[in-house]
Nanobody
Framework: QVQLVESGGGLVQAGVSLRLSCAASGRNFSSYAMGWFRQPSGKEREFVSAITWNGVGTTYTAPVKGRFTVSRDNAKNTVYLQMNSLKPEDTAVYYC????????????????WGQGTQVTVSS
């Protein structure tokens, strides 16, 4: 069992940066691939980024490539999402999730989910 808690969201202006954190508790955090998803209001949840258990492999959805960076610190049981050059279309609730797969871009590949943190980007 893994419990995930996101933090770091907020209301910001376009162009600035935010760093989301996802703190995990429970067993064997370092054995899970971790992912970030987001859900804009009224829309479906969508994949943002993922990272392998050791941090070597990462993947991103096209709209955030070059602006977002995922990383993890297994000693701190935490995964991060650094978001730069934020745009109004990045506005969403952001969720982190843990997967037993090597890495996954599908929400079906994730077993544990956090409660989400709201990111709102004004123009």
């Amino acid at each position: 069992q893994v419990q995930l808690v996101e933090s770091g969201g907020g209301l910001v202006q376009a162009g600035v940066s935010l760093r989301l954190s996802c703190a995990a508790s429970g067993r064997n955090f370092s054995s899970y691939a971790m992912g970030w998803f987001r859900q804009p209001s009224g829309k479906e949840r969508e994949f943002v980024s993922a990272i392998t258990w050791n941090g070597v492999g990462t993947t991103y959805t096209a709209p955030v490539k070059g602006r977002f960076t995922v990383s993890r610190d297994n000693a701190k049981n935490t995964v991060y999402l650094q978001m730069n050059s934020l745009k109004p279309e990045d506005t969403a609730v952001y969720y982190c999730a843990a997967s037993e797969l090597p890495i996954s871009t599908s929400f079906r590949g994730y077993k544990y989910w956090g409660q989400g943190t709201q990111v709102t980007v004004s123009s």
